[in-house]
């Protein structure tokens, strides 16, 4: 196999949670019978880019949909992490308000919930995590949840105090419920973030912040 190949193996290999350099290496280093270097991989990894099979987002690499077709083999099973259940309940605030929540209004519920705006990789990993788990669904721009996301809550609000870092914490516990939560079997990075569209959508955040304080 040329390190090309192994490089994307590799890649298959971790389709569902993403790959970053040192990942990459660890892999390779008891795959390849000829040494490479970190250099070498980035350099395999950018041609993979190139070719519309991979995308860059903060410090790790995902297959595109055309790169996932191509993925073959085992592969490990991705786990809810943290910022999913931070990403869900603020889009689950802003829904009570809009059909359509956009960036920015995940992005004010995010920062309501936990005094913090969710960085690039946390917003990329928990949307593609969360609509690979049908918790929510893309719409002209925008997300929506899904009745399966509205049923969660409503059993969280059951069962702890409706306070937000309650609802944070059962809506966390609660997807990795071996009854009744979510099995996230495999993740589809359908939904694409970069940079821009995360500082743009602060702007429009800080914007809408600035003539609310205006107004009172």
Known sequence: MTHDDLVFEALAYRRNVGTSLSDLRKYLQFRELTSHTAEDDLEALRRFEDAGKLVEVSE???LTPDGYKQAKGRALKPEWQWEDAWTL???L???REKDLCKLEHIIAAADHINHAIP????LHGALN?????RLIRTRRGGFVVT???LE????VNASVRRRVLDQLDGLRRIMDCPCCGVNLKSVRWRISLDEDMLVQAEEAYREWSAETLKRH
Do not use: N
């Open 152 to 155: 969660l809550l409503s059993k």
């Open 89 to 91: 309940l603020a889009l």
């Open 93 to 95: 605030y802003s829904s």
């Open 129 to 133: 995590r969360l609509a690979s788990g």
């Open 147 to 149: 009745e399966r996301a």
């Open 60 to 62: 790790k690499w995902f």
């Open 119 to 122: 960085m690039l990789e946390e």
